[in-house]
């Protein structure tokens, strides 16, 4: 099938820093290495034959058992151009960090916290990470696969 | 005939009771509820409080929205661990005798919610009086909880 013209710009763009590409039903997906996605994320929202937007979301997958472990997953939407777009950075369990994308999109500020929050990746120059759906007192990542499914927090008394 | 606590005829223009018991009279018919209500039984709770099912019947129609003024916490509705301080606060905040009641099986046993946010069952926060299960509670069940517990402050001995 041939490429979409998206994933082919992006191809001559960033070569070896695409790890893999894939189509479906008119949906794009991108893999990239995580060196790269300031620059891919910028390049998509500048670039005038692509324009993506919109983040419309940003989340985390954790495979568990396969390496890297986690995948930290953005889609974009391009309102001029109609067209989405998914990008994937595979993130080790060792050093689950990404570079933040707040600087790009101040909307990204909320779903960095809340992947920190629940899977605990950290994202480089974030201005404030902190949790957002837990409490600081709060131990753990709770959709990380390995959260015990039966764990109790500790009861946090009333703040003032 | 004895009426409630009160026996002796009104004949000679006075009646015998207990103390504990004509106070134990007085308290359950008077009834200020605080409705903490969180999830989806506060439909059910609704049910119960207007004209269908009517709780006023028991004496229990006015519901207070400060706890300073209620002595009935009803905990409507799932309690999750970040609530959980609020929740003990307004008890707290509440004047003695007071009572409290577990409407629907989140807030008794945690329900099916058995994750990282839910705490199982609201006596791990404050001394419960009455449980009502059901997911949610019929209002029959409800009223039936209703006169459980007025029966038991009927019963109680009265704090002064």
């Known amino acids: ?160 | 005939m004895a009426v409630g606590p009160f026996t002796g005829g009104a004949e000679g223009g006075f009646f015998t009771s207990k103390l504990d018991e004509a106070i134990g009279w007085v308290r359950k018919y008077s009834l200020f509820l605080y409705p903490f209500v969180t999830a989806c039984c506060g439909m059910e709770y609704m049910s119960v409080a207007c004209a269908h099912y009517d709780i006023d019947r028991f004496g229990a129609g006015l519901p207070r929205f400060s706890p300073r003024q209620a002595d009935v916490l009803f905990v409507v509705g799932t309690t999750n661990q970040k609530i959980a301080p609020i929740l003990r606060q307004i008890y707290d905040q509440m004047c003695a005798p007071k009572w409290v009641v577990a409407f629907g099986v989140c807030t008794c046993t945690g329900g099916f919610y058995d994750n990282y946010a839910v705490v199982r069952g609201i006596d791990h926060i404050v001394p419960v009086d009455l449980y009502i299960p059901g997911c949610p509670p019929r209002p029959e069940t409800v009223l039936q909880g209703l006169m459980m517990l007025q029966e038991r402050i009927q019963k109680q001995k009265q704090a002064l």
């Open chain 1, 1 to 160: 099938m041939e490429e979409s013209t998206t994933l082919t710009k992006i191809r001559e763009r960033f070569g070896d820093a695409v790890l893999s590409t894939h189509s479906r039903l008119g949906e794009d997906t991108v893999v990239v290495a995580r060196s790269h996605i300031v620059e891919l994320a910028g390049f998509l929202k500048e670039d005038p034959e692509l324009r993506f937007d919109v983040l419309m979301d940003l989340t985390a997958v954790d495979y568990w058992k396969r390496k890297p472990r986690f995948e930290v997953v953005y889609h974009f939407l391009s309102v001029p151009f109609l067209k989405r777009l998914r990008v994937k950075v595979p993130v080790g369990e060792d050093d689950p960090e990404v570079d933040s994308l707040s600087a790009l999109w101040r909307g990204a500020n909320w779903y960095e916290r809340e992947a920190y929050d629940m899977f605990g990746i950290r994202f480089r120059g974030h201005p404030d990470l902190r949790r957002i759906l837990m409490y600081p007192e709060f131990e753990g990542h709770p959709l990380r696969k390995d959260y015990p499914i039966d764990k109790r927090q500790p009861l946090i008394g009333p703040r003032d």
